[in-house]
């Protein structure tokens, strides 16, 4: 099933928060972990997460910094500020609503 490209894009800002929540992490391996995350449901591109980052750093919410990797490369690690660690929970609180929301009207038995 492909996901509508707005949808996709509703949920990147969101998603890159979760998962810099757990450590600090860098483009590839935060393309990866969606990957993983989705079951190959999304599949971001550098294009599509670079300016998410970007404007996240822009915004105060996440830092960047060069290092070494194992590998002797250099990559630039990205990693939550204390405003986009308040910023992920204010995600997750307004996911879970709609989630929830979502939940009720496709199950009114449930609700």
Same mark, same amino acid.
């Given at each position: 099933m ?12 969101? $998603?890159?928060?979760?998962? !810099?929540? =757990?450590? @600090? ?7 990866? %972990?969606? +990957?993983?995350?989705?079951?190959g ?14 404007? $996240?750093?822009n915004?105060? !919410?996440? =830092?960047? @910094?060069?290092k ?5 490369r %250099?990559? +630039?690690?990205y ?5 986009g ?9 307004q996911?879970?609503s709609v989630?929830?929301t !979502? ?9």
């Amino acid at each position: 099933m492909k996901l509508e490209k707005e949808l996709v894009a509703a949920s990147s800002v969101p $998603l890159v928060l979760s998962i !810099l929540s =757990e450590g @600090e992490s860098y483009g590839y391996a935060l393309i990866q %972990r969606v +990957k993983d995350l989705s079951n190959g449901q999304l599949n971001w591109t550098e294009g599509m997460l670079y300016p998410v980052l970007h404007r $996240l750093e822009n915004e105060g !919410l996440i =830092e960047a @910094e060069w290092k070494e990797a194992e590998t002797g490369r %250099r990559r +630039k690690y990205y990693q939550l500020t204390r405003p986009g660690k308040k910023a992920a929970n204010f995600e997750r609180e307004q996911w879970i609503s709609v989630h929830q929301t !979502l939940d009720a009207s496709w199950n009114p038995a449930t609700a």
